[in-house]
């Protein structure tokens, strides 16, 4: 059976990749791994949840099912022999839940999919039931199909801001219960497809709990961002370059090569990094290196340093290329070939030391641009100059405020988002957070009355800042809907994290978002419809004619 995946923004000719592999690079075997693992993952929130209501031991199926489902995220991993031990220990840990409930005299209802409760594990098998399973959300309709695919990725992105807050030791235990949930119903053919949006608004909501969380896990392990100008030069010393959102990983590499004599640089959505307080006290933290995550091939040769992967984003190198051996991945993340930083063990440190050893033998990087980008405008800097960008709009000064959040990607057409940019009239500032920034953020675009045209509130899960910016303005301003403030979202997407922003936007009651470069090949269009009709999502058409409507 050929593979079928649609899930993010390049899904090939705007309907789905097919056939060997996929247009990010990843193989047919992998991508039906993972539909079998996230099938696998659905029974185990079965017996998790039956679990917890009698209370019973369900081990760490918490951790395990949230870092599942991050691990299917598009660019993250990519790695066959990873989901083949994945597919195995979903096995053995659902095992063990219906051991433990068959001990304790708890009947259970098994389900008809027989595949959510198949347990075979060997490798071979493994890979052959994979190639059974249809890639395609599984549903009686192509309405309910689109809606559970938006329910799931969305559940995706929602699973990968709980982990990076469990990694800083902050949970919200209705979080895990939430997902596992959603898991369970997604397999429920009686739901409606007024059921079904339900859910998809329901998974807003908890995107938005679950954004919260993370920024208190990140402002209260590292302190609130501060406006920064982050260097995008270089030093003399060899470097170690960091990419992806976990600032755990951030935080313990900069700890174990503190006073080695090796720099440690930022890349892609590692940037907000240095906005916070903590990391700055490391004198051997350089900056930023490159731009968005597509670019990585050329960036990553003229480093001369080690890369390491903390999450997503990972564009498979050619075999000619030069720092394919200098690929280091940890946590969510995999590649075939490249070394992989374990896990932390029994509250110790992750080991980064064959990085560090690796590094001292390299070159420093090469320079390939100077100069300085400036960000750090997360809600607690925004507060702080609340008074002066209040009055900017009471006079006038600002006209609109433009949140261009979200993703980046390699196709020439995201070409649009730094046009739009540069086209904006004078008086409107963008509001961005996200991979989305590299295409316009480091355009001289002046400031209005000493406020920067472009304000970086961070990562992609730092679009919570802007929707908190935002309900604050409501607030002094006296407004009934958050609608009425001079606010307009033109969000650029790519993969499942920019869903869960895009649902708990919509559940947070905005409205009118423009959404591009292309709207989303999972959605049927009669769910096209229902977000048009009732949410007013739009997709992009000119620079010239988006400005005109979005600004006036």
Known sequence: MSMFCYQCQEAAKGTGCTGSKGVCGVSDEVIHLQDLFVHLLKGLSYFTLEAKKNGIDYGNANVFITEGLFTTITNANFSKDVFVQKVRDAISLRETIKANLKKAGVQVDLTSKEYLTWNEQSDEKILAKAFTIDSKIDAP??????????????????AAYVLHAHNLNFEDKSLYTFIQEVLVKLTDDTLTVADNINLVMETGKFGVTAMALLDKANTTSYGNPEITKVNIGVGTKPGILISGHDLKDMEELLAQTDGTGVDVYTHSEMLPANYYPEFKKYKHFVGNYGGSWWSQKEEFTTFNGPILFTTNCIVPPTSTATYKDRVFTTGASGYPGSKHI??????KQKDFSEIIELAKKCQAPIEIEKGEIIGGFAHAQVFALADKVVEAVKSGAIRKFIVMAGCDGRMKGREYYTDFAQKLPKDTVILTAGCAKFRYNKLQLGDINGIPRILDAGQCNDSYSLAVIALKLKEVFQLNDINELPIAYNIAWYEQKAVIVLLALLHLGVKNIHLG???????SPNVAKVLVDTFGIAGITTVDEDIKLLVG
Not at 144 to 158: D, F
Not at 342 to 347: C, K
Request: charged share 25%; proline share 10%.
């Open 342 to 347: 374990p896990e932390r063990v029994a509250g």
């Open 517 to 523: 470069p292309t709207l989303p090949a999972f959605l």
């Open 141 to 158: 309709n192509e309405d309910i199909r689109s809606l559970r695919a938006l329910t799931l990725y969305g559940l995706k992105g929602l």
